[in-house]
C-alpha cells in the first residue's frame, strides 16, 4: 500500500537528498525563519521524503508551509516558551510556530528530564503543523529512550454514530530501539488513512477503499471510488472514519484513541480540540521520551527488542504475502533504497521548484 | 452492541452487588489471599459487573481466576515488589500475583511520583490476568491525573501479513476527569474484540461479526458466523484480528499498538511477549499517572473536559442511531441501572455461586 502512493517510476524525477535539502532550507529562510530553524524544518521534511513517507514530504507540504507563513497563520519567527514545568513535564506556548520547527526542541526538552527523572513529558498548544510525528518519536532513539508523539489536529474524522467530522486525524507515534533489529517506529493516524494520503490518492488519480471515508451524514462508504482531481474545496471535506471504520470492526477505539490525542495534546495545554476548534489550521502536540535505563539495563531491552522483532518479521506469512513486517521496518528499507536511488518526485513538483528556485534566486540543480 | 453481551433479561437473576461482593471477597480468602488483597480483588471485579462490562466481571473472570490458584499458575501471596526505581519511574516483579490485585498498588506508586515530578511510570513484570484495565487507570481520576495502563497479554492476535496468533489482545486504557460531565474513561483491546468477548459470545450462542477473527492461515474471515458452545478447546483458538481487521482498513495500526503494549509492558520490565512467549497465562502490564496540575490549572482543564466532551454527545447522530457517546459515558449509564436493579447474572453462574459457597461454608443470600 506505501508503494500506491509512491511517484510512479516511468513519470518520477530522481533528485538528490542533500541537494534538496539545502534547496529547502535557503526556501525557508526566504520567508524569515532562522538558519537554525530551517535547517531543523528541511531535516524533518526530508526524512519523510527519504523514508517513503511522501504524504509528509516536501511535494505534499512545503507549499503549504510557504502558504501559511504568506497568509499570517504561521510565524516565523516564532517566540515559543516554557508557560508551567516540573521535574517531568513541560507546557510550551507555541506561539503559532510550525510543530516542524518546535517539536524538535521540546522532544530535546523532554529527553533532558527523562535524563533526571526517567521520564520527559511536553504538551505543546498554540501550535501549528507537525509534519512527520515519527521524526519527533525517532529522536529519543539515539538517547537509549522510547519517544512518544501526537498530534491533536484539524477536524475531519467523524466519531463514531455521529454525522459531522470534528475530530482531526490525530496520529500517534511511538519509537523504541534495538540492538541490530531496524528500531521499531510507528506512526500512525488514528484514522482508517491520513487526511494527506487522500489528498495524495487525488493527486495521483487512485482509488480509495471501503471503509476510509464516510458519505455527509456519517455513514461508512463500504465500496471503492475515486475521486476527481479537481480545485473544488468540497472534494476535501470527505469525512473519514476512524480507525475501525463500522462500529462492528471497533470505529469507536479509534474515535477513543483520537480523543486520548485531543486530551494530551491540547486540553491539556488549555487549547481548545476537536468539536470545539474554530480554526481548522490550530495543531497541538504532545512529545515524551522515556530513559529505558530508568526500568532496566538499556543493553538487556534492546537484545529483548531484537529477538521480539526478528520474531514478528520471520512469522510465516499468510497465503498471497511475501513476508511479515513490522512499523519502521519497510520505511527503512525504502530509505536505503533513495539514499542510493534518489527521491522521486513527480514533474509538477520538479516545475514548481524550478519556479520558487527561480524567483528567489536560488541554485536549483538536484536532478540526479 | 454492549447490550448484546449481557444476560438476556427473561433468564437474568439480579443480585446485589455489596452482598456479591463480600461473598466474592470470602472465595478469594479461601484460597489463602489476605483480607486485604480479597478486598482489592473483589472490588476490581465488581466494578466491571457494576459497569456492565461482563466480560471481565465475576461470571467471565472469577472461576478462572481459582483455576490459576489451585494449578498454582498464579500465587496467592505473591511478594511482588519494586527492583528499579527513579524519581518518575519503578520497575515490579509481580511474583505471579493476579494483575487484578498488583496494578492497584502500582497505580498507587505511580501516582506517588506523579505528585513529586509531574508523572509517574511502573512497567510490571512475571504478572498474571490485570482484570479490567480501565479500573486501573481510573484509580487517577480522585487524585485530579490523568490515568493509564496496558496489559500484554497472551497469545490470540495474528499480525498483519502474518498466518499465525502471536499477539495478545494488550488492551490499552487511559481516564481523565472532567468537572461535571461523567469522566472519559476508555478501554480497548488492540484486537477487533477481546477474547472474553469471543468467549462469552460462545456462552450465550451468539453470532461473531465479519472482520472480527482470521481462519487458521491468517486470512481474515469477512462474513457472520456462530461458534459452537462446546468445551473443545480448539473452538478457543481462533486467531483474532487486530483493529482494522485487514490491511486497507488499518489492521498495521492496530497490529503496531499490540506491539507497543508489549514493548512497555513487557519488554521493558524484561519479560518475554508476544511471538517470544511460551506462557499464554503469563501477562505483564504498565500503569501511568499525570498530573493535571503539572501541566495546566486543574480546573481550567476540567472545564475544557466538560465542555469538549459535551460537544462529543451532542453532536448530531448519524442516520439511524440516537445519540453519540463518549468512552466511559455508557459505562456509567450501566452502572446507574446496575446499582439500582442488582447485577444481572446467568443462572448457570447462579449456581456455581451456590455449590461453590455451599462447599466453603460461606452464606449465598445477594438475590434482589
Chains 1, 2 share one sequence.
Not at 508557560?83 to 517539536?103: F, K, N
Request: aromatic fraction near 6%; hydrophobic fraction near 40%; include cysteine.
Amino acid at each position: 500500500m506505501l508503494e500506491r502512493f509512491h511517484v510512479p517510476d516511468d513519470i518520477a524525477v530522481r533528485v538528490d537528498d542533500k541537494k534538496l535539502k539545502e534547496v529547502v532550507e535557503k526556501i525557508f529562510q526566504s520567508r524569515g525563519i532562522s538558519e537554525k530553524d530551517s535547517q531543523i524544518a528541511s531535516d524533518v521534511l526530508l526524512s519523510a521524503d527519504i523514508k517513503g513517507v511522501d504524504t509528509h514530504g516536501v511535494s505534499n507540504m512545503l507549499r503549504r508551509y510557504l502558504q501559511y507563513y504568506d497568509d499570517g497563520i504561521a510565524k516565523p519567527d516564532a517566540d515559543w516558551n516554557i508557560i508551567r514545568e516540573t521535574a517531568s513535564c513541560a507546557t510550551v506556548d507555541c506561539d503559532r510556530g510550525l510543530g516542524l520547527i518546535v517539536a524538535p526542541q521540546c522532544m530535546d526538552i523532554a529527553i533532558e528530564k527523562a535524563k533526571n527523572t526517567g521520564v520527559g513529558m511536553v504538551s505543546m498548544g498554540n501550535g501549528r503543523h507537525l509534519g512527520m510525528a515519527g521524526y519527533h518519536a525517532a529522536k529519543a532513539l539515539e538517547h537509549d529512550m522510547i519517544g512518544v508523539c501526537m498530534t491533536s489536529s484539524s477536524s475531519g474524522v467523524v466519531p463514531t454514530f455521529a454525522s459531522k467530522a470534528v475530530l482531526g486525524t490525530n496520529p500517534i507515534a511511538l519509537a523504541a530501539p534495538a540492538k541490530h533489529e531496524i528500531p521499531f517506529i510507528f506512526d500512525a493516524a488514528t484514522s482508517t488513512i491520513a487526511t494527506n494520503k487522500i489528498r495524495l490518492a487525488q493527486r495521483l488519480g487512485v482509488q480509495l477503499a471501503p471503509g476510509w471515508v464516510a458519505d455527509k451524514n456519517g455513514n461508512p462508504v463500504m465500496e471503492n471510488f475515486s475521486l476527481k482531481s479537481t480545485n473544488d474545496p468540497d472534494e476535501e471535506r470527505l469525512l473519514q472514519l476512524p480507525l475501525g471504520a463500522t462500529r462492528e470492526l471497533g470505529s469507536h477505539k479509534g474515535y477513543s484513541l483520537g480523543v486520548v490525542v485531543d486530551i494530551l495534546g491540547s486540553i491539556l495545554n488549555g487549547n481548545l480540540a476537536g468539536p470545539l476548534s474554530n480554526n481548522v489550521l490550530h495543531q497541538n502536540h504532545f512529545v515524551a521520551a522515556y530513559s529505558i535505563e530508568a526500568f532496566i539495563d538499556t543493553k538487556t531491552f534492546k537484545e529483548l527488542m531484537d529477538k521480539y522483532l526478528k520474531a514478528l518479521r520471520e512469522l510465516p506469512p499468510a497465503p498471497g504475502y511475501e513476508r511479515v513486517l513490522y512499523a519502521g521496518l519497510p520505511e527503512h528499507e525504502e530509505s536505503q533504497k533513495r539514499l542510493e536511488k534518489g527521491i522521486p518526485l513527480h514533474p509538477e513538483v520538479i516545475s514548481w521548484f524550478e519556479n520558487i528556485c527561480s524567483e528567489l534566486g536560488i541554485e536549483f540543480d538536484i536532478i540526479k
